[in-house]
C-alpha cells in the first residue's frame, strides 16, 4: 500500500489499511462531486483544504497524475472562489432559461423571468394585431423591468429596448423611435459586440427609419408617389424583433426588422439633414451586410433582404446604377432562395410564403427604379409578378399586396392608361373592404 498524507522530511506516514483508503476514496469522491453540482454556474473553486485533502486520498488510490488532473478539472474547472461581481452568469445569452443564476446581486426570480416572457407574447400579439398603445405600455413595462433586474449590458434589455422602438415607430412617433434603436444598438454592441446577428438587425432597423425620415422631409419627385413594400419590414424569418417580441424569448435572437412601408415619393439625396441621414443609413445597412455574410453566407436570405434594404437607400440618394446592381442580386438570390426551399419538403409552408413574399418585396423595389429608369414595359412585367406573388404568399388584402397594386395603378396613369389605372384602383377597394370585413367577423 502506498503512503497517505505529505510526506515531510525525515518522518514516515504509516500506510493506510485497505478499508480505510477506499472509505475516504469513496467519501472524497462524493464531495467533490457534490461539490460540482453546487458549484454549476458558478466561477468557484474548493478550499485549499478540499484540495489538498482530495489530491492525497487519489494519489494513495493510484489516480494521480495526468488522470487525476483531468478528473479534477472535469470536477471544478471554473475560476476562482469568490462570488463577487467578477463571476459571470450562467448563460450569458439566455438567462431566461438557465437552471442556475451568477452571483446573488443579479439572480433574476423565475417569477420576474415569466413577467418579462409574458410580455414580450404581449408586444409581439398587441403589435400583430396592430393594437399600438397596448403594446407599447406592455414594451414600456418590459424595458424598465429587464435593464433593473438584468442591467444595461444585457441582451435581454436590448431586446426589449429595441421592442419598446418599433412601436413607438408603428405609432409615428419616428423621434422617440429613432432615439430607442440608437439606445437598443449601444446595448447590443455592449453585451453580444458587433458581430452578431442581432447587433446588424438593430443596425438595420435604424437604418430603415433614418431612410423613411429622410424621404418624409424631401418633396417628392414629380408623379412618384409609388412605396416600397416588405423591404421596408421584417427579417426573412418573421419576427419583429431583433430578439423576439413575437417569439417570446430572450437572450440572442436571429432576423427581424420591422413591418412598414416607406412613405411617399423618393427624390435623389441631396444634402443637409436628410443627406446625412441617408448617409449614415447606408452606413449601417453596409456593415449589417457584412456582418450577416460572414455569420451566415453570401447567398443567406437575410444577406439578400439587406442588399435590397441597401438598394432603397441608394435610389433614394439618386445613386440608380448601384441600386439596379444590388437590386438585381438580391431578386436571384431570392428566387434560388425559394426554388431550392420548395423542393425540400421539410422547409414547410411558412418559410416558402417567406421567401416569396420577400422576393415579392425586392421585384417591387425593382419595378420602382426601372420606372424611374424610364423602362415602363419591364416595371409593369415586374409589377405583376410581385403583386402575384403577395396575392399567393400573403394575403389579397394585405399592405404590401395593396401598395404593389397602387404601383401598377401609378404606372399605368404614367402610361396614359386611365381606364387600366381606373380598373386597378377598383380591384384595389375591393381589396380594402374585404379585408376589413374578415377582420370584423374574426
Given amino acids: 500500500p502506498r503512503e497517505v498524507g505529505p510526506a515531510l522530511p525525515g518522518r514516515r506516514v504509516a500506510p493506510a489499511p485497505a478499508a480505510s483508503l477506499s472509505s475516504s476514496l469513496l467519501g472524497h469522491s462524493m464531495a467533490m462531486r457534490r461539490f460540482s453540482r453546487l458549484s454549476r454556474g458558478f466561477a468557484l473553486r474548493p478550499p485549499p483544504s478540499t484540495v489538498a485533502a482530495h489530491s492525497t486520498v487519489m494519489a494513495a488510490a493510484g489516480l494521480g497524475g495526468a488522470v487525476g488532473r483531468r478528473r479534477w478539472r472535469s470536477a471544478a474547472p471554473l475560476r476562482c472562489w469568490s462570488r463577487g461581481k467578477s463571476a459571470e452568469p450562467y448563460s450569458r445569452y439566455d438567462p431566461l432559461h438557465a437552471k442556475h443564476g451568477p452571483a446573488a446581486e443579479t439572480y433574476v426570480p ?76 449601444v446595448l447590443y454592441r455592449r453585451s453580444v459586440g458587433a458581430e452578431h446577428q442581432s447587433t446588424a438587425t438593430v443596425a438595420s432597423n435604424l437604418a430603415l427609419l433614418l431612410r423613411d425620415s429622410s424621404v418624409a422631409t424631401q418633396p417628392a419627385a414629380e408623379g412618384a408617389t409609388e412605396e416600397d413594400g416588405e423591404l421596408g419590414g421584417r427579417g426573412w424569418t418573421g419576427e419583429s424583433s431583433a430578439d423576439g417580441a413575437t417569439r417570446g424569448g430572450g437572450g440572442g435572437g436571429r432576423g427581424g426588422g420591422e413591418d412598414g412601408v416607406a412613405g411617399g415619393g423618393l427624390a435623389n439625396g441631396g444634402g443637409g439633414a436628410a443627406g446625412d441621414a441617408l448617409q449614415e443609413a447606408r452606413s449601417l445597412l ?115 399586396a395593396v401598395v404593389c397594386r397602387h404601383n401598377l395603378a401609378e404606372l399605368a396613369l404614367a402610361a396614359g392608361d386611365e381606364t387600366r389605372a381606373r380598373a386597378i384602383q377598383l380591384d384595389i377597394v375591393r381589396r380594402v373592404e374585404a379585408g376589413t370585413e374578415r377582420s370584423a367577423a374574426d
Fill in 110 to 185: 423565475p417569477a420576474t423571468e415569466a413577467r418579462i416572457r409574458s410580455l414580450q407574447q404581449q408586444i409581439g400579439k398587441a403589435h400583430a394585431a396592430g393594437k399600438y398603445d397596448e403594446a407599447r405600455l406592455a414594451a414600456a413595462e418590459c424595458r424598465e423591468l429587464a435593464l433593473s433586474h438584468f442591467g444595461p449590458d444585457h441582451p435581454v434589455s436590448a431586446s426589449a429596448v429595441n421592442n419598446l422602438a418599433l412601436v413607438h415607430r408603428s405609432l409615428g412617433e419616428r423621434e422617440r423611435a429613432t432615439a430607442l434603436y440608437r439606445e437598443a444598438l
Fill in 286 to 400: 453596409e456593415g449589417a451586410i457584412l456582418t450577416r455574410r460572414r455569420l451566415m453566407g453570401e447567398t443567406h436570405p437575410e444577406v439578400s433582404l439587406g442588399m435590397a434594404q441597401l438598394a432603397t437607400v441608394l435610389r433614394a440618394q439618386g445613386d440608380l446604377g448601384a441600386a439596379s446592381d444590388l437590386l438585381e442580386r438580391a431578386t436571384e438570390q431570392l428566387d434560388a432562395s425559394r426554388f431550392a426551399a420548395e423542393a425540400q419538403a421539410g422547409e414547410g409552408a411558412k418559410v416558402t410564403a417567406r421567401l416569396g413574399a420577400l422576393l415579392a418585396g425586392a421585384l417591387n423595389s425593382l419595378g420602382l427604379l426601372r420606372k424611374q429608369q424610364g423602362r415602363f414595359a419591364e416595371a409593369q412585367s415586374l409589377y405583376t409578378r410581385a403583386s402575384s406573388l403577395y396575392d399567393t404568399c400573403t394575403s389579397t388584402s394585405s399592405p404590401d
